[in-house]
């Protein structure tokens, strides 16, 4: 059949083994749905939708068991020895099949684990899981706009069809809450950092309600992105200091509102005094006291403020890496109860690889949110095939050593490290109008991941991988081995081709779209490219070390000691933090500039490889989604010639070495 990649990982197929389908059909008789409630209607509503297509078989959903073989038993049991209200506990009761949690939140999320079960195959006589989420706030950030753009988006225009609502509910909200719930996630930034006011008047408002309307009865809480300049723009205030009196109730009186229509919202998300938005600062306040004003107003209703941490100066001879650090850490212990600081992962700008961001670990009193970026802004929209758990994990698995070896970032954030107790992990959203969702299909897999890390981050970047593959492409052994080692590797082929050796900010202008190198003038001096690579005649690579901009000093020792040596830092963090001689032997053995041009040559070769071996699982896979990986990935070999022909040439310019002769001879 041919596939459009609408259903995602929730295909439900009709199983291909018919001695292992007709097991599964064997064994399951009835759903037992449990006490009623919305959320319960949509897991038993899911079960019965699965197992029809996995099993080919009309399972009934009944109020109690028939019989004692083949039940599947939704349990609300609120003594089950589980972590929190959203984990789940799967087993085997005699011949039926438990699904117990202690709450309906978590059976849901037992049953799309039971169906997963099926799904990738695995036998039913070994049901036997238990699972919380280690994060709270499990959640997408959609940089959608008013008139239906995306910022950053690469799969279509918004999903929400803003002029349609609040009266035309597309069915593809469910959908989407579906394929979110089937992951963890549980709450949902409808609009755009970036955020217009209009967003707040009563004519955005029913538009949001109706929408969280359909996300409640799968799990997921609504939260909007604010101005932080509403009371001026919409309340006619003449000013939004947080402070002033009429600005604190203009805010308290609006967040009444908000929970009038939706009682179960989550809160406000907010970047403001950054990238021109207003903020606090336009009045000498500070982050703080924006935030506390909103924590206040939310407080009454139990919403959370998440202000961002996204902060830089156009200062051309500061470090722009340093900002957030500066301005955030000494403001710890200074936030309200109901604030968060969402942090992105990196200190500049989610590139393709960064290392993680220095506040993690430096504010033990204010729970951290992590921020990772899903859409590909910098990792070749949708054209490139990048699977993004490797990133993902690289970062949650850094040490900040802020409490000794082991202080992950993934420990801080999940709130074990400094016992926060609010956590958070947000995914700003790949998704879009595009049929597939994502653009490219491949780039399911990172809204996948991502959810499934929120949820566990404990789990392999290639258990992850195995899994979406298993329920998205196929379970052919050899093609799904095939299909996981791309996966896996993607990521890095993408680093070599486009920002080797701890280079980064040096794609094009404004579309973030292909290199641009040479960039010497943009409206702010610290978004050229020549800022960040400072390539010259002696050598490329920004110094963050004492003798440059000691950016390195806002880790803790053991992570200076790690990357502050040129002679020891790991190659893929070298021009992060030192500027390096082009002659420099490297430990691989190669000049730096001959390891440069290695890797630039070497990733784009990986990319004609990546063709190579998609090409051998064409048998396995739905010729739709083939061709559609297939037509992605010529154009990504396209892009890497770009990147790498223009790299190489701009910076020999400054290296002045030939081209090392392996590579010498045309393509
Ligand atoms: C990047 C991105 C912007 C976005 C910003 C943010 O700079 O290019 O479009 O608004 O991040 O995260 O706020």
Known sequence: SADDGYRLWLKYDLIKNEAQRKQYAGAIKTIVSGPASPIMQSATAELQLGLQGLLGKSVAIQPTASGSAGNIILKIDPTEKLANDEGYHLYKKGSDFVIAAKTDKGVLYGSFAFLRHIQTGQPLGELAETTSPKIQLRM??????????????????????????????????????????????????????????????????????????????????????????????????????????????????????????????????????????????????????????????????????????????????????????????????????????????????????????????????????????????????????????????????????????????????????????????????????????TGHTMSQANWYAFGRLAWDHTLSSEAIAQEWTKM????????????????????????????????????????????????????????????????????????????????????APEVQAQWGDPDTCPLPYLLWFHHVAWDKKLSTGRTLWDELCHRYYEGTQSVAQMQKDWATVKPEVDPELFADVAGRLAAQRREALWWRDACVLYFQEFSKMPIPAPYQKPE
């Open 140 to 437: 997408l950030n959609h940089w959608d706009n008013t008139n239906g753009s995306i910022e950053r988006g690469y799969a279509g225009a918004s999903l929400w069809k803003w002029f349609e609502l609040p009266e035309n509910l597309d069915p593809r909200y469910m959908d989407y809450a579906r394929a979110n719930a089937s992951i963890g996630i549980n709450s949902t930034v409808v609009n755009n950092v970036n955020a217009s006011a209009r967003f707040l008047t009563p004519e955005y408002l029913p538009k949001v309600q109706a929408l969280a309307n359909v996300f409640r009865p799968y799990g997921i809480k609504v939260f909007m992105s604010i101005n932080f300049a509403a009371p001026r723009i919409l309340g006619g205030l003449g000013t939004s200091d947080p402070l002033d009196p009429k600005v604190r109730q203009w805010w308290a009186d609006k967040t009444k509102e908000i929970y009038a229509a939706i009682p179960d919202f989550g809160g406000f998300l907010v970047k403001a005094n950054s990238e021109g938005q207003p903020g606090p600062q336009d009045y000498g306040r500070n982050h703080a006291d924006g935030a506390n004003m909103l924590a206040e107003a939310l407080a009454p209703f139990g919403g959370v403020v998440i202000w961002r941490a996204f902060v830089y100066k156009a200062d051309p001879n500061g470090d722009r890496f340093k900002t957030a650090y500066e301005e955030f850490k000494p403001l710890d212990g200074t936030f309200k109860p109901n604030a968060m600081v969402q942090v992105k992962n990196g200190p500049i700008d989610f590139q393709p690889r960064e290392p993680f961001s220095p506040l993690f670990g430096a504010m033990p009193k204010t729970p951290l949110a992590m921020e990772f970026q899903i859409t590909q802004e910098y990792l070749g929209f949708s054209t490139n095939f990048v699977y993004l758990a490797p990133l993902f994990k690289e970062c949650l698995d850094s040490d900040t050593y802020i409490k000794g070896k082991g202080s992950t970032v993934a420990k801080v954030v999940d709130g074990t490290l400094h016992r926060y107790d609010k956590t958070a992990m947000a995914g700003v959203a790949n998704t879009g109008s595009d049929r597939n969702w």
């Open 472 to 555: 998205t492409l196929t379970q052919e052994p050899k093609a799904l081995a095939t299909i996981t080692d791309l996966l896996l590797n993607s990521r890095e082929n993408y680093v070599n081709f486009t920002t080797p050796l701890g280079l980064h900010h040096i794609m094009g202008e404004s579309l973030h779209f292909g290199p641009q190198p040479w960039l010497a003038k943009s409206a702010r001096p610290d978004w050229t490219a020549v800022y960040y690579h400072r390539a010259a005649a002696d050598g490329i690579g920004f110094d963050r070390t004492k003798t440059g901009s000691n950016a390195l000093a806002q880790y």
